[in-house]
């Protein structure tokens, strides 16, 4: 589509400097690059390490599949980021502000018709995780189980409410904690500590 003041209109070909909408239903993110074959790949956008964690209810029950959807798109889009606890359960949010919990309880107020309360999580630290092999991180996983959640492309996360608890994974050798993720779902290669 093309946009233009409060004009849109269908276009089959577009040029260099037009302004246009892609209709999308969750197969494209923020940062993916269209080609027409070519082999490119960017560094993407990141994504940082929350600091802060919350739980999310919503206020009619009956709202609870347009809490989801709302969840999932704008954790898409990259106005937080949600995680999808291993072991079940309800969502858990995570951002780098406060500021970012008040803006989607707005828009999913507005956007979404969906009241929804946060409410505070033991968690503190969150980490990617990779592993040379993957049946080493599927081990990791299973045993770590109830401090694992997955975000909006399922990468795996180490969650911990102590610093502390880093200290707990040094037997897992193969095992690296990353503190950035690009958006694309590429995991940024740089060892961390926790």
């Not at 999308?24 to 993407?44: P, V, W």
């Not at 390490?49 to 999310?56: L, N, T, Y």
């Not at 989801?68 to 949600?82: D, K, N, P, S, Y």
């Not at 995780?129 to 990468?155: M, Q, W």
Request: charged content about 25%.
């Amino acid at each position: 589509m093309s946009f233009l003041s409060q004009r849109r209109e269908l276009l089959e070909e577009a040029y260099p400097g037009d302004i246009i909408g892609l209709p999308n239903h969750g197969l494209l993110q923020l940062g993916d690059t269209l080609t027409e074959g070519e082999k490119l790949q960017f560094t993407g956008l990141p994504f940082f390490a929350p600091e802060i964690f919350q739980g999310v209810e919503v206020a009619d029950p009956m709202r609870a599949k347009q809490l989801r959807m709302g969840l999932l798109q704008l954790g898409e889009e990259g106005a937080i980021q949600v995680f999808r606890p291993h072991d079940g359960g309800g969502l858990l949010l995570g951002a780098v502000g406060n500021l970012q919990f008040e803006v989607v309880a707005h828009r999913l107020r507005h956007e979404y018709g969906v009241d929804a309360r946060f409410v505070a999580s033991k968690y503190r630290l969150a980490r990617w995780i990779t592993a040379d092999d993957p049946d080493e991180l599927k081990r990791f996983i299973e045993f770590n189980r109830y401090r694992i959640a997955f975000d909006v492309v399922d990468a795996p996360r180490f969650l911990a409410t102590y610093q502390s608890e880093f200290n707990l994974t040094d037997r897992w050798k193969t095992i690296h904690f990353h503190a950035l993720r690009e958006h694309a779902g590429l995991i940024f290669q740089s060892r961390l500590s926790g």
